[in-house]
C-alpha cells in the first residue's frame, strides 16, 4: 500500500515541478490554492464520515449501537439524540454545526464527551508518534545515505536485506515478537501500558518509567517506517550520482565527503522530506495495531476499543481526527516544498 | 519513465525480426510481435536473479494455496473436530503445534495460504482495474486541448488525490464495521481505497504515449476516443501497469494482515492476519510460539517475494532503474 502511495505521491511532485507550469501565478496564489484544496478534501471527509455513519445504514439506529433488541423507546430516543428523523440536508446542517464547535457526541460505553475521549488519548500518541518519526526518519535517511554512496558495498548490501525485510513485516507481528520476547521471557521491559501500577512515581522517576514504557511501541514504530526512508533516500541519492554537477564538484577537488554532504543529499533528499510529511499524517492511524499490541492509551488503541465495542461516535470521531491529520500534514509538507524548491515553486 | 516497451503494442515501432511470410494477415503479424517480445522480456526477466528467486518461492506458495485441499483436510479448521491439547508446541502429529481450540496450525497456515493469496490477489484486481481505468481516461483526455478533456482530466485527480491522503487503515475499519465483517468486505474495501497510486503512474505513463506519432496517425485515421484508448495507450501502459500489480498484491496481504488481526475478517475462513489476530488474543506468549512465528514468517516471505519479482519487472522495463539496485 505505502509503496504504491509513495508512487503515486512521487508521480504527483514530479508533475508538479514539471509540467504544471500554467500561468506562472505568483507565490501567494499558489499557496492559497493550496490551501484551499485542502480545505475542500477536509470538506469531503466531513461529507463522507456523515454518510457513512449515518446514511449509509439501512437504519442507523440499530446500526449505530449493533443491538437489534432496541426496544421502540430506545430507538426513538436513540433517533432524537442524533437528530434521525429530520430531512438529510437539515441533519447534514446540524452536525456541521456540532461538529465545529468540537461536539463530537457522547461515548456508547462510558457517555463521556467524544472530545474529552480524544483529549486524553492524544498526548500519548503525539509523544509515541513524535518519538519514532524522528528516530525512523535520522536513522533511515542515514541508512540511505550511506548505502546509496557506496552502492555495492557490504554496508549496502545487507541494510538493504535487512531494510527489504522491516518493510514486508506487520508492524503489529514485531511488537508481539519482541513484546513475548524482550518483556515476555526477558522482563527486560513491561508488558504494556504508559505508566507502571504504581504510578511510576513523580518528577525524575516517573520520567524515567514514562520511557521504559514507551521503548518497544517505539523501537517497533521506528523500525517498521525506518524501512521505508532508507529504500526512497537510497533510490533518489543513485538517481542523483551520474548528475553533472556531481562531476563538476569533484572536479573542483572537493573531497568526497563534501561532494556528498553539500551537493548530492540536498537534491536526493526532497522525495524523502514530502514522503516523511505525508507519513506524518499516516502514522498516527497506522499506530493503531502497534498502540494495540502495547495497551498504549492514545487515539490509535481508542480507535481499536471502539471498534470492537463498537462505540459509533468515538470512532467516528478519532476517524475526522486521522483524515485531518493527513489532510494537515500533507499541506505543511506541500508548502514547505513549494518555499524550499524552486524547481516546484515556479510551478 | 521511459517504458521501452512498445512491448504488446499493436502499432508500436517495427519489431528487430519482422515475420518473413508476407501472406501474414495484420493480426497474425501483431500476434507473432506480441510473442516475440514477450521472449525477450522473459529472457531478460531471467537474468535478474533477485526476480527470479521471488518468483519460485510465489510459485512454491501458489503451489500450496491450490492444493491446500490435497495437503491439509479443512475439516481441520472446524474446532469441533479438532480434539488435540489446545495451545500446545510442536509435536509429530502437529509439526507446528496447535492453536487455543485445538487446531493444527499447520493446517491452518495452508489454508490461510489459500485465503490471504485470494484476498491479495482479487483485492489487487480491483484496485488495478479502477486505477487503470481512472489513469488511461485521465491521461488520454487530459492530453486533448478541449475544454472538457481537461476538466476530465482535473476531476479525476481530485478524487484521486483525494484516496492518495484518506487515511486508509480507519477508513477500512469504518465501512469493514459498518457491512459487518467478511472476507468479500476487506477483498473490496483494500480494492477501492487503493487504487490512487497505480491512476497517478498510469495517467503519468499515459500522457507520455500520447505525445507519440501513432496516435497522431490513428486521429488521423479517424480513430474514436474509446478505440485510441483501448487499442494504442492501454497496450502501451500494460508493462507498466504489470509491475505495478504486482508490487500491489504485496501492499494488500499486507492490508488484509492488518485487518484481520483487527478482526474484521471472516472467522471461519482463516487468513494469515486472522491467526495473527488469534494468537494475539488467546495466546501470546503462553503455549504456542510457533502458533505466532508462522504466520508472521510466511506473511515476510509472500510480500518479500511479490516485492522482488515487482522491481525486477521494473528494471527490466526501465533498464534505467537497474542502477539502483
Redo the contacts between chains.
Keep these: ?9 512521487r ?2 511532485a ?2 508538479r515541478s514539471g509540467t504544471g507550469a500554467v500561468g506562472s501565478a505568483g507565490l501567494s496564489r499558489t499557496i492559497t490554492v493550496k490551501v484551499l ?1 485542502a480545505a475542500i ?1 477536509l470538506f ?2 466531513l461529507v ?1 464520515n456523515f454518510f ?2 449515518r446514511v ?2 439501512a437504519n442507523p439506529a440499530k ?1 449505530l449501537t449493533h443491538n437489534s433488541t432496541l426496544t421502540a423507546k430506545q430507538l426513538l430516543a436513540i433517533n432524537r439524540t442524533f437528530g434521525l428523523g429530520l430531512p438529510l440536508p437539515q441533519q447534514f446542517w446540524n452536525y456541521l454545526v456540532q461538529t465545529f464547535h468540537g461536539n463530537l457526541g457522547r461515548s456508547f460505553v462510558n457517555q463521556l464527551p467524544v472530545s474529552e475521549l480524544i483529549g486524553q488519548a492524544l498526548w500519548p500518541t503525539i509523544l509515541l508518534v513524535g518519538t519514532s518519526t524522528i528516530l525512523s526518519t535520522v536513522i533511515g535517511v542515514w541508512i540511505g545515505i550511506r548505502g546509496g554512496w557506496s ?1 555495492g558495498s557490504r554496508f549496502d548490501r545487507s541494510s538493504t536485506a535487512f531494510v ?2 522491516l ?4 508492524d ?2 514485531l511488537g ?2 519482541l ?2 520476547t524482550l518483556a ?2 526477558l522482563a527486560l521491559f513491561p508488558d504494556g501500558g504508559m505508566h507502571s501500577f504504581t504510578g511510576g512515581g513523580s518528577g525524575l522517576a516517573g520520567f524515567a518509567d514514562l520511557l521504559w514504557h514507551l521503548a518497544l511501541p517505539c523501537l517497533v514504530l521506528t523500525l517498521v517506517y525506518l524501512a521505508e526512508y532508507a529504500l526512497v533516500m ?2 533518489s541519492l ?2 542523483e ?2 548528475a553533472d554537477y556531481l562531476l563538476t564538484a569533484r572536479a573542483k577537488g572537493l573531497r568526497d565527503e563534501l561532494v556528498r554532504r553539500r551537493h548530492a543529499v540536498p537534491n536526493a533528499l526532497l522525495p524523502s522530506v514530502t514522503l516523511i510529511m ?1 507519513n506524518l ?2 502514522v ?3 499506530a ?2 502497534t498502540e ?2 502495547f495497551s498504549w492509551p492514545g487515539l490509535g488503541r481508542l ?2 476499543v471502539s ?2 465495542a ?1 462505540d459509533y461516535p468515538t ?2 470521531g ?2 475526522l481526527l ?2 485531518a ?3 494537515v500534514a ?1 499541506l505543511i509538507g506541500d508548502l514547505l516544498l513549494t518555499l524550499f524548491d524552486p524547481r516546484v515553486r515556479q510551478a | 519513465m521511459s517504458v521501452r516497451a512498445a512491448t504488446s503494442t499493436s502499432d508500436g515501432p517495427p519489431p528487430e525480426q519482422p515475420p518473413s511470410s508476407q501472406a501474414l494477415s495484420p493480426r497474425a503479424l501483431a500476434r507473432a510481435r506480441r510473442k516475440a517480445a514477450l521472449v525477450r522480456f522473459w529472457r531478460e526477466f531471467r537474468r535478474d536473479r533477485r526476480g527470479m528467486s521471488g518468483l519460485i518461492v510465489l510459485a512454491v506458495m501458489i503451489a500450496i494455496a491450490l492444493l491446500a485441499p490435497v495437503l491439509a483436510n479443512s475439516r481441520g479448521l472446524n474446532p469441533i473436530y479438532a480434539t488435540a491439547t489446545p495451545n500446545a508446541g510442536p509435536s509429530l502429529r502437529f509439526p507446528l503445534g496447535t492453536d487455543s481450540d485445538g487446531r493444527s496450525v499447520l493446517t491452518e497456515l495452508i489454508w490461510g495460504a489459500r485465503n490471504s493469496l485470494l484476498v491479495g490477489f482479487t483485492a489487487t484486481l480491483i484496485s488495478i482495474l479502477i486505477g487503470a481505468l481512472v489513469g488511461v481516461v485521465a491521461g488520454h483526455f487530459g492530453s486533448i486541448r478541449a475544454r472538457a478533456g481537461r476538466l476530465t482530466d482535473n476531476l479525476l485527480m481530485r478524487a484521486t488525490d483525494w484516496f492518495l491522503v484518506v487515511p486508509f487503515l480507519p477508513l477500512a475499519m469504518v465501512v469493514a464495521r459498518t457491512i459487518g465483517p467478511s472476507l468479500g468486505v476487506i477483498i473490496l474495501v483494500i480494492g477501492l481505497t487503493s487504487w490512487a497510486g497505480t491512476a497517478r503512474i498510469v495517467r503519468a505513463q499515459a500522457l507520455a504515449v500520447e505525445t507519440r506519432p501513432y496516435l497522431e496517425r490513428a486521429k488521423a485515421l479517424g480513430a474514436g476516443h474509446l478505440h485510441q484508448m483501448y487499442r494504442h495507450v492501454l497496450p502501451n501502459v500494460m508493462p507498466l501497469l504489470l509491475a505495478n500489480t504486482i508490487l500491489t498484491v504485496a501492499g494488500t496481504i499486507l492490508a488484509e494482515t492488518t485487518l484481520s488481526f483487527l478482526g474484521l475478517g471472516d472467522p471461519i475462513r482463516p487468513t494469515w492476519g486472522q491467526m495473527l489476530g488469534a494468537a494475539y488474543s488467546y495466546g501470546v506468549g503462553t503455549g504456542n510460539v510457533v502458533w505466532l512465528l508462522a504466520p508472521g514468517i510466511a506473511v515476510i516471505i509472500v510480500v518479500m517475494a511479490f516485492t522482488l519479482v515487482g522491481h525486477a519487472l521494473e528494471a527490466v522495463l526501465d533498464p534505467k532503474l537497474r542502477d539502483r539496485q
Design positions: 500500500m505505502a509503496e504504491a502511495m509513495l508512487e503515486g505521491a508521480a504527483a514530479e508533475e484544496s478534501t469531503v471527509v463522507a457513512l455513519f449509509l445504514p446500526n552502492r527489504n525485510v518493510y514486508a513485516m506487520p503489529f507481528w508481539m515478537v513484546l513475548i515476555g521471557k537510497r533510490s543513485i538517481d550520482l551520474k505525508l499524517g499516516f498516527i492511524s497506522g493503531i495495531t494495540t499490541v480507535s481499536y471498534l470492537n463498537p470512532l467516528e478519532t476517524f486521522f483524515s491529520a493527513v489532510i500533507n
